[in-house]
């Protein structure tokens, strides 16, 4: 193993210890977070120590990043689960939809009828978030909030998918509580037991209200350049 890498095996294990510690602090059950390791910009050799240290869940932000390392790594490491947290593009479905075990930023209808499109082409069905835009903010991805009904129904009726979680980044100068709570009480209404919410700065309040998935980046990798 390269030394160099030694503090990713740290790191992840200090922050493993705090989703922990989180579960235990807010009631929540042992094992009910999973920690996606957000390893976008970061190059295989600083993923594999964490792969090493048996870290199987992992976000990218791009398709063509995620095609670049992930077969790979994928023919090193078994049972490893992948999931897509940045924009998808619809001319990136097909790749998204052959690499990707979790697409967590569904958004908008045109994206919808793709995915549906290729998933029934295939036979390959990512599991899949829809995005909201808790915050409402005007350059950020994701459903409006008052429209995360609608859209939802949309997907399930309209186009058969399958909408097991949420997902939402909530502005970065606000307190993120509310962002989390109004995620919650949406996934509620909807029948949505999964819940993708809380990063670096802000997991342990994200478990505390109820997120299943922490998408962690920084906190185990290191800043990114
Ligand atoms: C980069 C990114 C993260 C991880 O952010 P950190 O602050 O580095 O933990 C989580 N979610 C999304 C959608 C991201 O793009």
Redesign the pocket.
Known sequence: MDEAHQDVIEALARVKGEVARAERDHGRKAGSVTL?A?S?TMPAERIRPALVAGQRVF?E?RVQEGKEKWPGLRAEFSSIELHL??ALQTNKVKEAVALFDVI??VDREKLVVELAKEIARVGRAPKLYVQVNTGSEPQKAGILPGEADDFIRLCRETHGLIISGL?C?PPADEPPSPHFALLCEIARRNGITTL?MG???D?DPAIQLGATHV???????GA?H
Do not use: H, L, Q
């Open positions: 996606v957000v976008k976000g932000n947290i940045g967590e930023t997902m980044i993708s990063m670096s700065a997991y998408r962690v980046g920084s906190a185990i990798f990114r």
